[in-house]
């Protein structure tokens, strides 16, 4: 069964106004979630890294003040796309991993966000 | 260099036989390594992980790891229309605190 779920699979806004995306692990404790961009025909980009409790890390070239996280419990991180612009439309997909051993990542379902 | 290589295909092979797909990385403290697998417009699905040196078998997927020569592989058995898919390689190192992934190689199977 699924071990990640994301919220929602798809949106459609315009142009300014701001998104939210939610991912939550199902069955444990996230300390660290994942949240990736990829656009058509391309590969995963890691945006950021979220920590339950203290500020997320951003890749290189990320805005921070654009996307925001918050990861305020254990299992459940946030993604805002703030005052966004068609070209912030993409698939966005957060990931998470159980925290034992070497665990591999595990997917959420990805949010199509479409900006008009 | 790009740290994950992998060629981007298309690898067309026919329904029934084996599909090789390659994946090279630079970083040589990597230690856990994983192959993912992506349907048109969806997220990645975990198909394997291995992390250790040989051979790890899992149904009709083996995956292939050789830390000597930086390289990990997938071999797909009697492949069916439905493996038609890109193929994601993923290093984790870094005491696993990043996961790197390569462009993926898109696989079609042909009936």
């Known amino acids: 069964g699924a071990v990640v779920s994301q919220h929602p699979s798809r949106v459609i806004c315009k142009s300014g106004t701001s998104v939210k995306i939610e991912c939550r692990s199902l069955?444990?404790?996230?300390?660290?979630m994942f949240w990736y961009r990829q656009f058509p025909k391309k590969s995963l980009m890691l945006m950021a890294t979220?920590?339950?409790?203290?500020?997320?890390?951003?890749e290189q070239g990320v805005e921070k003040d654009k996307f925001l996280i918050n990861h305020a419990s254990l299992t459940l991180s946030t993604l805002t796309v703030t005052s966004a612009h068609p070209e912030d439309s993409s698939f966005y997909i957060c990931?998470?991993?159980?925290?034992?051993?070497?665990?591999?990542?595990?997917f959420g379902n990805g949010t199509r966000l479409t900006v008009t | 260099q790009k740290e994950v290589e992998q060629n981007s295909g298309p690898l067309s092979v026919p329904e029934g036989a084996i599909a090789s797909l390659n994946c090279t990385y630079s970083?040589?403290?990597?230690?856990?390594f994983f192959w993912y697998r992506q349907y048109s417009g969806k997220s990645p699905e975990l198909i394997m992980s291995?992390?250790?040196?040989g051979d790890k078998e899992d149904g009709r997927f083996t995956a292939q790891l050789n830390k000597a020569s930086q390289y990990v592989s997938l071999l797909i058995r009697d492949s069916q229309p439905s493996d038609s898919a890109t193929y994601l390689c993923?290093?984790?190192?870094?005491?696993?605190?990043?996961?790197?992934f390569g462009i993926g190689t898109k696989l079609q199977v042909i009936p």
């Open positions: 990931s998470a991993r159980r925290p034992t051993g070497n665990s591999p990542l595990h």
């Open positions: 069955d444990f404790q996230a300390t660290t």
């Open positions: 979220s920590n339950e409790g203290s500020k997320a890390t951003y």
């Open positions: 970083d040589r403290v990597s230690q856990s």
């Open positions: 291995i992390y250790s040196n």
């Open positions: 993923a290093i984790a190192s870094g005491g696993y605190q990043k996961v790197t």
